[in-house]
């Protein structure tokens, strides 16, 4: 990493020695320039502001959010921001180096753990544990985003940045952020409905589980092969029977998968049970399909909800 990131500050010194002292506005457009490291942040300021700022999602729609790395170009992007919305967790190491090295006291930074109360990544029975966790200290869940509560309060924080940065469109950044969040809380209010009348309270992962937030939000206990942010594929023999056993003892109709993930444990717990492979999306990334045809967050939260409902009334 530290390799890596030595070729980029270096790269990001050649290409941007010209473009200190730069103000917020593109200069082609006269928009104020905001970076949003992954899907969520951006999808919200999408909802928020529309085409009245440049907006540009770091993470390729597809790729994998812990193998990234920062281009010279993105680097340049960040440099040339005058809003830059990162998770500030771990998975996200680089974004320190680089904000250090952009050297930008102007330019703003939100940081989405900043914005609620963060939780630590729980191991909960079954589930396998990281080599690299034993005796480490406790790492936060990063995906804060999939609690629709705490959507809310990422989106007002957003929308009253904007609004700072952007006096001339506040009126515009205010009215349609109390739309989207009044659609937030229809979401959230769906969610407690189908809990609320579930015949279980237990859901059922053959994969990471990124789900810990929203698993809070609306008191469901779990069960998974991984903690979110595990970089691990392969569980033990021993969790995956712990799975099974567990959707048989307790009728679980459903086994989740999250998205870009292969299924595979997801599938050989349903074939030893029964039960059905669903997709539960967090929303982390989204694939360059669903991107091209402007999949939002809401979207897929309201597929989630479909999702979860199979699995807790049936």
């Not at 290409?15 to 928009?31: H, N, Q, V, Y």
């Not at 905001?34 to 942040?41: G, L, N, S």
Request: proline fraction near 4%; glycine fraction near 6%.
């Amino acid at each position: 990493m530290r390799r890596i990131l030595a070729g980029l500050l270096a790269a990001l010194l050649i290409i941007t020695l010209a473009a200190c002292g730069r103000d917020r506005a593109a200069p082609e457009t006269g928009k104020l320039q905001v970076v949003a490291t992954i899907f969520p942040p951006y999808d919200f300021v999408r909802a928020i502001a529309g085409d009245r700022v440049e907006l540009t999602m770091l993470l390729p729609p597809g790729a994998e959010s812990h193998s990234y790395e920062p281009s010279p170009q993105d680097m340049v992007t960040i440099q040339n921001s005058g809003l830059f919305i990162c998770v500030g967790g771990k998975s996200e190491a680089w974004v320190e180096e680089v904000l250090k090295a952009v050297g930008r006291d102007d330019l703003v930074v939100l940081r989405l753990m900043d914005m609620v109360d963060a939780v630590e990544e729980e191991h909960v029975e079954g589930m396998e544990a990281a080599e690299e966790e034993h005796g480490e200290e406790a790492e936060y869940d990063e995906h804060v985003w999939t609690s629709p509560k705490n959507a809310i309060r990422i989106v007002e924080k957003i929308a009253q940045t904007l609004c700072d940065l952007d006096e001339e469109n506040a009126p515009a950044y205010r009215q349609a952020a109390e739309v989207y969040i009044g659609k937030l809380e229809e979401l959230d209010e769906t969610f407690e409905e189908i809990v609320s009348g579930a015949v279980r309270k237990t859901i059922v992962f053959g994969d990471r589980f990124p789900f810990r937030y929203f698993a809070d939000a609306y008191g469901l206990d779990y069960y998974a092969a991984f903690p979110g942010c595990a970089e691990q594929s392969e569980p033990s023999a021993r969790t995956v029977a712990f799975l099974i056993d567990k959707v048989q003892a307790e009728g679980i109709p459903v086994v989740f998968c999250v998205e870009m993930s292969s299924g595979k444990i997801a599938d050989a717990i349903c074939e030893a049970t029964g039960a059905r492979k669903r997709l539960l999306h967090s929303c982390h990334v989204v694939s360059r399909d669903d991107f091209l045809a402007g999949k939002t967050y809401l979207e897929l939260m309201e597929e989630n909800a479909v999702a979860l409902k199979e699995a807790l009334w049936e």
